[in-house]
């Protein structure tokens, strides 16, 4: 039942952030602050964090402030805020757009304008390059949307160093790369959902024979892009086998998937490479992160 207008709740409000997202972001925003090289006073670190956490939030309320739409015809999301009723697609936009001013302007004067840009442009790129124009126009929408949830990594290496050196893309490009397949996995088991709202995710425009065989691809460049923190020298022994063994995993699910029959089989596959993607980066990252602190660790007592 609908919650008449200005009764909304506080944990209506931190729906609109969009929380289970946000976690995600705000751990692989941490292991790039911690990874990177050289020092932060601890508080910039947890102010930055937060301005990151805050930031991601804002995309997610913006987000459904324009989606609400769409957001009311698909079953997993016609319980949020707005279209269930308990927010205003207005009250959402302003409480996006505060947000989003916030956390830029404090992360930018707490530790540097490139980081601050780079959340600014994060923000931007997911609120209106995919929410507003790649989400609904081309089956392509999360490859390259994929960009914006990409960024975090590389936001809070910078709030370190100021930079935005190649060792911070390469963290980019594994969450990038691990974006397509874990939502065509969803969009393969979710296809009335999506068709219903009229998004064209790939399984509604190419077909389900085509996004298996994309998802296997994309695992393969996901498996490989997860090696080459090693290859660049800023990961060790532990990072390296756990990147092997989880690639291998997500590998092996997608190679189930792309055999799978048509119907239950193909949907009960796709479901299962979705749910281990969903830790499948909290695995890769925290072992990065593990390894670098054990490397310190061991310097500093050595």
Known sequence: MPVPAGEARVEDYLALLKPSVMSLVVF???????VAPGAINP???VIAIVCIAIGAGASGALNMWYDSDIDAIMSRTANRPIPAGRITREEALVFGLVLSVFSVALLSLATNWVAGGLLAFTIVFYAVIYTMW????????????????????????????????????ALFMIIFLWT??????????????YG????PMM??????????????????LLAASALVPTILGFSGLVYTVVAVLTGAMFLW?????FRAEDGVPMRK???????????????VFFALLTDNLLTRFGSVIG
């Open 28 to 34: 692989t925003a941490i292991v790039g602050l911690l």
């Open 43 to 45: 508080v910039i670190a």
């Open 134 to 169: 790649l989400k609904r126009s081309t089956p392509q929408n999360i490859v390259i949307g994929g960009a914006a949830g990409a960024f975090p990594p590389m936001v809070g290496w910078a709030a370190v160093t100021g930079t935005i050196p190649i060792e911070s893309v």
């Open 180 to 193: 397509p397949p874990h939502f065509w996995a969803l969009a393969l088991y979710k296809q009335s959902d």
């Open 196 to 199: 219903a709202a009229g998004i």
């Open 203 to 220: 399984p509604n425009v190419k077909g389900e024979a085509s996004t298996k065989l994309q998802i296997l691809v994309y695992s393969v």
């Open 253 to 257: 699910l997608a190679w189930k998937l």
């Open 269 to 283: 596959a796709a479901r299962t490479l979705f749910t281990y993607s969903l830790s499948y980066l909290f695995i």
